[in-house]
């Protein structure tokens, strides 16, 4: 069975920066697109970035040029790097993979806040 381990959201003010990691265990992930995603209070889930390869990425509009999707093959983790971060960058953040769309692991909150 696959596990989807999100790690290290946290509390910061608008502006500061985050680094999300995402570690699949039970499956390579080396073939396969991964996604991060994130849900805010009383939204629907919402797609955030993708990358297929470490050249073939792909954003929402909302965080293009603030964020950045990365991937080590070789460790199974996937990462985001969440720069500039505004207040509506609130949610929790969850990472799959589009293509197979595992159970949803627990994710990670992020809060930006003065």
């Known amino acids: 069975q696959v596990q989807l381990v999100e790690s290290w959201g946290g509390s910061v003010q608008p502006g500061g920066s985050l680094r999300l990691s995402c570690v699949v265990f039970?499956?390579?992930?080396?073939?396969?697109?991964m996604s991060w995603y994130r849900q805010a209070p009383d939204k629907e889930r919402e797609l955030v970035a993708v990358?297929?390869?470490?050249?073939?990425?792909n954003y929402a509009d909302s965080v293009k040029g603030r964020f950045t999707i990365s991937r080590d093959n070789g460790r199974n983790t996937v990462s985001l790097q969440m720069n500039s971060l505004k207040p509506e960058d609130t949610a929790v953040y969850y990472c799959?993979?589009?293509?197979?769309?595992?159970?949803w692991g627990q994710g990670t909150q992020v809060t930006v806040s003065s």
């Open positions: 799959n993979s589009p293509g197979v769309h595992w159970d």
């Open positions: 039970g499956s390579y992930i080396r073939r396969l697109p």
């Open positions: 990358i297929a390869s470490v050249d073939d990425t």
